[in-house]
């Protein structure tokens, strides 16, 4: 939990934003820009829900978007009039989407697969309140590696440890799987799983930012 209200003289809400995410990036995101907030559970099967959305033919930035607005509802359903917002990321080669590798070898495995080459992370946020969705939008980024041989994949696998089993793709660029990278292009807020700026603007769109 964040409690920064008192400290952001742009702030003109009446109670803390509530963030249906665990992510400990978002977390940063919303603290930087001292926006009051607490963290709260959402329970959702996300396996489910992308699989539902797959079939019926959504792609990547839809399957996020969908992921968000269920966390954010999820989120609202147990916290009645205060706005929740969710968010979810999905990383894609193309149309092939990724998850969090399950071991070590899965991790080298995905690395090697989008080495030399870009992907898109699509990042998703929404804002719920009282079972409704009152805002969602989804935006992406597109990320090219360095080409990777074993050795240099045997390194950063070493160095990284565990770290590259807790995100989709199998690196933090804000840490030190920077070091994969041969170019970046995209908002930094949405490589880290929130669109901060949309976020903002709706925000004070409802008349609780200056």
Known sequence: MADTEGDNGLWRGTAPLLLASKSAAR???????????????????????????????????????????AKALAGASEHHGRLVIGADQTLALGDEAFHKPADRAAAKAQIARLAGRTHALHSAVAVARDGAVLWATVESAHLTLRPLDDAALEAYLEAAGDAVLSS???YQLEGLGIHLFARVEGDHSVILGLPLLPLLGFLRSEGLLL
Do not use: K, S, W
């Open 27 to 69: 977390r940063a995101l919303l603290e930087a820009a001292r926006l009051p907030f607490a963290v709260v559970r959402a329970e959702v099967d996300e396996r489910a829900i992308e699989a539902q959305a797959v079939e019926g033919g959504a792609a990547p930035p839809a399957v996020a978007l969908e992921l968000a607005r």
């Open 168 to 170: 989709v793709g199998g």
